[in-house]
T-cell receptor
Framework: NAGVMQNPRHLVRRRGQEARLRCSPMKGHSHVYWYRQLPEEGLKFMVYLQKENIIDESGMPKERFSAEFPKEGPSILRIQQVVRGDSAAYFCASSPRAPGTGGQETQYFGPGTRLLVL | LAKTTQPISMDSYEGQEVNITCSHNNIATNDYITWYQQFPSQGPRFIIQGYKTKVTNEVASLFIPADRKSSTLSLPRVSLSDTAVYYC??????????????FGKGTHLIIQP
């Protein structure tokens, strides 16, 4: 069973361009979480999605950032008009069940996408 | 207000047992305690999860006192490859969104020969 896959692993963008990050959850997992990690910092929650629904985007910046998890295909984190402060590692995690449905759910993390904005 | 508090860094030597304690004074009744390990340039990896008393798996043990306001991750006989950042999380996603899922800075564990 393949783990969580993210691509690209590294992404370089110039200021003002768009960055599109992809996450394929583990097989059978329909719950996806996105996190951002700045150098020397811990991971910060951005958004929680289920198939075709955004459940919680309270950690997502209000502008330029959006996320989706379509019925078919990977989850996408999109950053429009990137700025240097967007440079970070972006991690995706997946879980098989919704939180609170019979216990705490372990999240399985992907290897991350390292975004560098020049 | 931080949901968990853990030491910023710890040092130990190969073959020793390492205990990392996490404080979570505001833990809710339904919250579980989860520990993750992260190596540089990799995503966090699940280590262990517990609710109360003691949990043990092939990698570590987790000790949780009766009041559940703290927990201790115990790594037996560490090796150089255990050098990593260890995160303590309480509640995972319990509807708290950003507050419930911020990992914090974790504990940088450095193992020396």
């Amino acid at each position: 069973n393949a783990g969580v896959m993210q691509n690209p692993r590294h992404l370089v963008r110039r200021r003002g361009q768009e960055a599109r990050l992809r996450c394929s959850p583990m097989k059978g997992h329909s719950h996806v979480y996105w996190y951002r990690q700045l150098p020397e910092e811990g991971l910060k929650f951005m958004v929680y999605l289920q198939k075709e629904n955004i459940i919680d985007e309270s950690g997502m910046p209000k502008e330029r950032f959006s996320a989706e998890f379509p019925k078919e295909g990977p989850s996408i984190l999109r950053i429009q008009q990137v700025v240097r402060g967007d440079s970070a590692a972006y991690f995706c995690a997946s879980s098989p069940r919704a939180p609170g449905t019979g216990g705490q759910e372990t999240q399985y993390f992907g290897p991350g996408t390292r975004l560098l904005v020049l | 207000l931080a949901k968990t508090t853990q030491p910023i860094s710890m040092d130990s030597y190969e073959g020793q047992e390492v205990n990392i304690t996490c404080s979570h004074n505001n833990i809710a009744t339904n919250d579980y305690i989860t520990w993750y390990q992260q190596f540089p340039s990799q995503g966090p990896r699940f280590i262990i999860q517990g609710y109360k008393t003691k949990v043990t798996n092939e990698v570590a043990s987790l000790f949780i006192p009766a009041d559940r306001k703290s927990s201790t991750l115990s790594l037996p006989r560490v090796s150089l490859s255990d050098t990593a950042v260890y995160y303590c999380l309480v509640g995972m996603y319990s509807g708290g969104g950003a507050d419930g899922l911020t990992f914090g800075k974790g504990t940088h564990l450095i193992i020396q020969p």
